[in-house]
């Protein structure tokens, strides 16, 4: 069993959707809580960071991090098709250097 | 300012030979990771570099990957005898400081035939 799971997609939807992606993880040792971007052969680009659980908001980006669950989600409200790519969790200890992501959810967003 | 930056982008070799992947970090950061993507996978942490030496390198798959930052700046992976297991996307990151944000570069594509 994967450290960290996420469902590869593809996601469609059309623009203006509410987008939820998710993934679970095994190790309870996880403190930090990550999502990134990557647009097709670029590389990721940090979007949310979350310590521990709770929520945090940033523009159309609302991350969330349920740790009883072990279970994080990402909402991308007014969804836009330049929001088209892929979106990696990712997460680690605390006091580690080793970042460990999930594989990844493949999103489109229909104009 | 100048992001992280890799060379070369693309590189094919033929299954056997050796090749060396370079990394020139946002200037300045101190920590360097190297991580390895595969299609359809996520980056698969390979090493960590603090300045010159290397923390943690415990995401080398084998002995025939070795990574060196000489002058705690840029950074060279070293790919003996490459096999077809090896093709992937090498990505490099650096951050200010451990534990901070991480800045990724564009990758090497590796396409060993």
């Known amino acids: 069993q994967k450290e960290v799971e996420q469902d590869p997609g593809p996601l469609s939807v059309p623009e203006g959707a509410i987008v939820s992606l998710n993934c679970t993880y095994s190790?309870?040792?996880?403190?930090?809580f990550m999502w990134y971007r990557q647009y097709s052969r670029k590389g990721p680009e940090l979007l949310m960071y979350?310590?521990?659980?709770g929520n945090k908001e940033d523009g159309r980006f609302t991350a969330q991090v349920d740790k009883s669950s072990k279970y994080i989600s990402l909402f991308i409200r007014d969804s836009q098709p330049s929001d088209s790519a892929t979106y990696l969790c990712?997460?680690?200890?605390?006091?580690?250097?080793?970042?460990?992501f999930g594989a990844g959810t493949r999103l489109f967003v229909k104009a | 300012g100048a992001g992280v930056s890799q060379t070369p982008s693309n590189k094919v070799t033929e299954k056997g030979k050796y090749v060396e992947l370079r990394c020139d970090p946002i200037?300045?950061?101190?920590?360097l990771y190297w991580y390895r993507q595969s299609l359809g996978q996520g980056p698969e942490f390979l090493i960590y570099?603090?300045?010159?030496?290397?923390?943690?390198d415990s995401g080398l798959p084998n002995d025939r990957f070795f990574a060196v930052r000489p002058e705690g700046s840029v950074s060279t992976l070293k790919i003996q005898r490459t096999e077809r297991g090896d093709s992937a996307v090498y990505l490099c990151?650096?951050?200010?400081?451990?534990?901070?944000?991480?800045?990724f570069g564009p990758g090497t594509r590796l396409l060993v035939l």
């Open positions: 979350t310590y521990s659980s």
């Open positions: 200037s300045g950061h101190t920590a």
């Open positions: 190790n309870s040792a996880f403190q930090y």
């Open positions: 990712a997460m680690k200890n605390t006091g580690g250097f080793k970042t460990i």
């Open positions: 990151a650096s951050s200010p400081r451990a534990q901070e944000t991480q800045y």
């Open positions: 570099f603090q300045g010159t030496g290397a923390a943690d």
